[in-house]
């Protein structure tokens, strides 16, 4: 055989092999609507390393199963389904070999069982000339079967006479904010979302700038029932209204805080702001996690306290530095193979996790340590928050690129444990 051959057929040798030995994920994908297999629908596998890049691409079988392979194992990656126009992810951390993804049925109209969790009216800044507000809508699509609401417009809001919009976000269940900034109707001040309520929990957030003279009246007829809805400004400001609606609640982050409770559809909410303030430092930023806040344990608002967002970067800093040397030792440490770890990678990533933490007997003499479940959450939010400073403008790329690279080793050093 001559060389050029033998080149030729070692270069097939090396492609084969290493298409055999690729890593790659399997899925299915479930509608939720029919809780039948999702058949024909887009599956693209993002690479979160440098920014959301298209690595991969395929559609889903008549069992709705998919399989796409994994250029770089060392990233972080997201699973996006399109069914019938909306996307739905599923995060596929490293070392994700199975995932499962649920979609919706998608309808123009609006769902039915929408319900208003809360609203909340969050005063920044006021001073003689204008008032800068955020307004969180927090709504709960609990339809049946379930569904999704998607259109060319969704939830409308309404903002104050002579508002003037600054930006728009959005975020469905589980997921990171997005902008998403609503645009203006036919009628005076109405503007519409274009963003999908899918099943579960969704919040939509406007920020307007108003002309304020150090005293301005407010109102609120929310077309649909209301949980809560709540009013956050800062100390320096007076706040009065008419009737018993309103009630005080306890102090958020230096904020003082106006709840009412359980407004009907149509009920008109007046309230009247004065004076001049501006949000305390620790009331910017904030935390998901407070169920005292305004909404009835749904979230804090954007102003909620956070009581490590001074030093967040620096304890950042420093929880990277030390784990760093130990991120790279798990990484590179070599698997023991035995009948567990070998049993447990014939499962789904969730199942592996349960399967050895139930089935290992070293386990149950181990002392208790924190749950999974609550590290991945606390890590979640952690990314939610990150995500929506980067987006308001409140850090500068480079922190935001140097908390992001902290989170990913401990992300992947938290994957590594639960194998």
């Known amino acids: 055989m001559r060389l050029g051959d033998q080149l030729r057929l070692g270069a097939r040798c090396l492609l084969l092999s290493t298409s055999m030995f690729a890593a790659s994920i399997h899925g299915k994908v479930i509608n939720g609507t029919t809780n039948k297999p999702a058949a024909g629908d887009d599956v693209v596998l993002l690479s979160l390393s440098g920014g959301m890049q298209e ?11 998919f399989s796409v392979d994994v250029p770089d194992e060392s990233a972080q990656h997201l699973i996006r389904v399109s069914h019938q126009r909306v996307n739905y992810f599923r995060s596929a951390p490293q070392g994700t070999t199975m995932v499962e993804v649920t979609v919706y049925d998608s309808s123009a109209k609006r769902v039915d069982n929408l319900i208003g969790e809360g609203r909340v009216f969050i005063v920044h800044m006021a001073d003689g000339q204008q008032m800068q507000v955020t307004e969180r809508h927090i709504l709960r699509n609990e339809s ?6 998607a259109g060319d417009r969704t939830f409308e809001v309404v903002l104050p006479e002579g508002a003037t919009l600054e930006e728009g976000m959005a975020a469905g269940p589980g997921g990171l904010p997005v902008t998403s900034p609503p645009a203006p109707t036919a009628a005076s001040n109405h503007y519409a979302f274009t963003f999908p309520i899918r099943p579960g929990r969704n919040e939509l957030r406007v920020t307007y700038k108003l002309p304020y003279n150090g005293t301005r009246e407010f109102s609120a007829a929310p077309d649909i029932p209301l949980n809560e809805f709540g009013v956050m400004l800062p100390k320096g400001m007076r706040f009065t209204s008419s009737g018993d ?6 102090e958020e982050s230096g904020m003082t805080v106006f709840v ?22 620790e009331a910017q930023g904030g935390s998901e996690a407070n169920s005292s806040a305004p909404g009835g344990g749904l979230g804090t608002p954007i102003a909620a306290p956070d009581p490590l967002s001074g030093a967040r970067w620096y304890i950042l800093g420093i929880v990277v530095a030390g784990l760093l040397g130990g991120a790279v030792w798990m990484l590179r440490r070599k698997p023991v193979a035995g009948p567990a770890s070998t049993q447990a990678k014939a499962g789904t990533t969730s199942a592996t996790s349960a399967g050895r933490a139930s089935s290992s007997s070293a386990a149950s003499a181990a002392p208790r340590a924190v749950p999974q479940g609550s590290m991945l959450e606390a890590l979640k939010e952690e990314l939610f928050h990150l995500e929506s400073d980067r987006l308001q403008g409140k850090i500068s790329q480079q922190d935001y690129q140097t908390a992001k690279n902290g989170l990913d080793v401990l992300f992947r050093r938290h994957m590594k444990k639960m194998e």
Do not use: C, M
């Open 260 to 281: 009412a409770k359980n407004i009907p559809a149509g009920q008109q909410l007046k309230f009247t702001l004065a004076g001049e303030g501006t949000e305390p430092r």
């Open 144 to 149: 049946q079967p379930p569904r999704t609401w």
């Open 55 to 65: 690595t991969a691409r395929t559609k889903t079988d008549s069992k709705g199963e």
């Open 245 to 250: 609606s309103f009630v005080p609640a306890n």
